[in-house]
């Protein structure tokens, strides 16, 4: 008599993004903006989201959302940022969510990963800040960015990726120019979530 227990069904890119999206939503309804454009912005992303996970698409012409991370070394005295080797300006780490990503934070910490070349970095779940952006995706869309303080670990070394034409370590209070738009509004409440690590609150 044939077995009739049913073949467990490997998850696929669908069940994931079913997943990513319905963290962005828990994610987002529960956060504390760090500001009056973060609130904003995250206020008009949950209304993105309405459209369900194809919101969480590059695909999505309307938007769709992405997930970025300001990485501070481990004493919070520098920040990385990489030099964008699309429109050449020093900007945080992050891009598109990918089919693998089931949460924002887990997509934050793979682009940080990716494009620093740094192991063993360490992404803290509570958005630092929401930003909504024009974008070439698609023939012009938005990117409604989701980002994250990201830690690297004492001695990291960074490792420019294809996506980058440099990295660099720089204080928090003099970032270089040219300097994208929306990345320095990151720095305090970053290291506002390092403060926290540190003291476990």
Excluded: N, Y
Excluded at 33 to 53: I, M, N
Excluded at 79 to 86: M, Y
Excluded at 136 to 145: A, I, K, M, V, W
């Amino acid at each position: 008599m044939p077995d009739a227990s049913p073949t467990p069904r490997t998850a696929g890119p669908t069940d994931s993004r079913c997943a990513l999206h319905a963290d962005a939503v828990a994610v987002l309804t529960g956060w504390a903006p760090t500001g009056p454009a973060a609130a904003e912005a995250a206020g008009r992303t949950l209304d993105l989201l309405a459209a369900g996970p194809a919101a969480m698409d590059r695909s999505h012409l309307p938007g769709h959302v992405t997930a970025s991370a300001l990485v501070l070394d481990s004493t919070g005295s520098r920040v990385l940022l990489c030099l964008h080797g699309k429109f050449h300006q020093w900007v945080q780490l992050g891009g598109h969510c990918e089919a693998t990503d089931r949460t924002l934070a887990e997509a934050a910490l793979r682009e940080a990963t990716e494009e620093s070349g740094i192991a063993g970095l360490v992404v803290d779940p509570v958005p630092i800040d929401v930003d909504i952006h024009r974008v070439g995706c698609q023939g012009g869309s938005l990117h409604h960015d989701v980002r994250f303080a990201v830690f690297a670990p004492p001695g990291a070394v960074e490792r420019v990726s294809d996506e980058s034409d440099a990295l660099g370590w720089f204080p928090p209070d003099r970032l270089p120019e040219p300097l994208a738009g929306g990345t320095v509004q990151l720095v305090a409440p970053a290291l506002a979530a390092l403060a926290r690590r540190a003291t476990g609150s």
